[in-house]
């Protein structure tokens, strides 16, 4: 079982998000903003995180350079809207996180995402994933 933080400001989005993972058999703890994201994270020591980039509080990319200070090791999957056109993938990279998907998304997607993260192999890049280079 993966422990899966979903730190997501949108309800029905995050609601969504912890269905489907908690119908393969991931424990999914949330956050609302970025605060409460980064003090998940100090507390409850997740596998993953599935981060929205824009977020209450503390932006997403804010939130992946702090989690980086307490946790080196944690994937950090970012979400992102398709409509934020000013989202610099590379940034979060450089920041740390492992790959990013555009919302709206597949559940199967970010089901593959997750396994490859937690794999240590690289997210496929395409069909709304962003990846270092793309």
Known sequence: MVHVLIAEDDAAVAQVLQRALEGVGHRVTR????????????????????????????QGIDVVRAVRAIDAAV?????????????????????GASAALIKPFRIQVLMAAIRAVMEGRPVAPGDGVLTPGT
């Open 31 to 58: 956050a609302a903003d970025g605060r409460t994201a980064l003090d998940a994270v100090r507390l409850g020591q997740p596998d993953i995180v599935l981060l929205d980039v824009q977020m209450p509080l503390l």
């Open 75 to 95: 994937p950090i999957i970012m979400m992102t809207g398709s409509a934020e056109p000013d989202f610099d993938f590379a940034a979060c990279h450089a920041a």
